[in-house]
């Protein structure tokens, strides 16, 4: 049973790496997203400053079209794109924080894999991974 043990370890160690590695998936997905969304609010917040600010405007808020000033909707504009920044500044860190959760798990699992504990669960799971 204690045979077992490594092979164990290295299968939850591989499991970890592969949920992590997704994570990191969702949060870049999400980092572009909102990324994209802040670049589409500072071009229209760029657009606001060549026009006059009794310029009507349209807005989409809650899925229904309203009718606006540009000096209504320019400082709705800027606290979004400032929560969006903030957003994506804080999913940059999660990322960041799995990534180098991630970077350990692989560093320790090569270890042990090196040191020989688990060498032939290394073998099989390389054979299974070329076929893949």
Known sequence: MNSSFPIDKERASREKISQLDRKLKVLSS???????????????????????????????????????????????LEKEKAALDSAISELEKQYESIEEELKTLIENLNKE?????SSSASASSSSSEVKA
Not at 113 to 117: A, C, F, K, L, V
């Open 113 to 117: 894999s090196n040191m020989g504990i």
């Open 30 to 76: 999400k980092i572009s997203e909102l990324s994209q969304d802040s670049k589409e609010h500072g071009l229209v917040l760029n657009a606001f400053e060549k026009v006059d600010p009794e310029r009507r405007c349209f807005r989409v808020i809650g899925g229904v079209m309203v009718e606006r000033t540009v000096k209504t909707v320019k400082p709705a």
